[in-house]
């Protein structure tokens, strides 16, 4: 599988500017203003972490985020929260270029069944 630089481009700027920034602080509104400056090193250290199975230890960051559920009197209150998990923009954009690739794969092995 080879995860070039037109691929990447193409998920970035598609990328929503009104979603929330990754634990590293990076914004995808960040991401998407300076795709076309971004996209050859991500798709090299995409492809690089693919082949070697590693992802990086900045994008394995995750913060889970409490947020009201709607309706519910007091945010103090636990059961009042539902949790978000907030990982990085970077991971979620290399899972989106190869998970097509993965699902075709395992479609075509009949692993996945139709239940």
């Known amino acids: 599988m080879k995860l070039d630089r037109e691929e ?7 990328l929503r500017e009104d979603t929330t920034p990754s634990p590293a602080g990076i914004h995808p509104m960040l991401l998407k203003s300076c795709s076309e400056v971004v996209a050859e090193p991500l798709s090299i ?3 690089t972490s693919f082949e070697s199975e590693m992802v990086p230890n900045d ?3 995750a913060i889970v985020n409490p947020v009201v559920k709607k ?6 209150d ?3 929260n539902r949790p978000i998990l ?3 923009v970077c991971c979620k954009l290399m899972e ?4 097509p690739s993965r699902t075709a794969y395992l479609d075509n092995k009949d692993v996945i069944t139709n239940k």
């Open 78 to 80: 636990p059961v009042n």
């Open 86 to 88: 907030l990982t990085s």
């Open 45 to 47: 250290i995409s492809q």
């Open 96 to 99: 989106s270029l190869i998970r």
């Open 8 to 14: 990447v481009l193409g998920k970035l700027l598609k």
């Open 59 to 61: 994008w394995k960051t």
């Open 71 to 76: 309706g519910r009197p007091s945010r103090f």
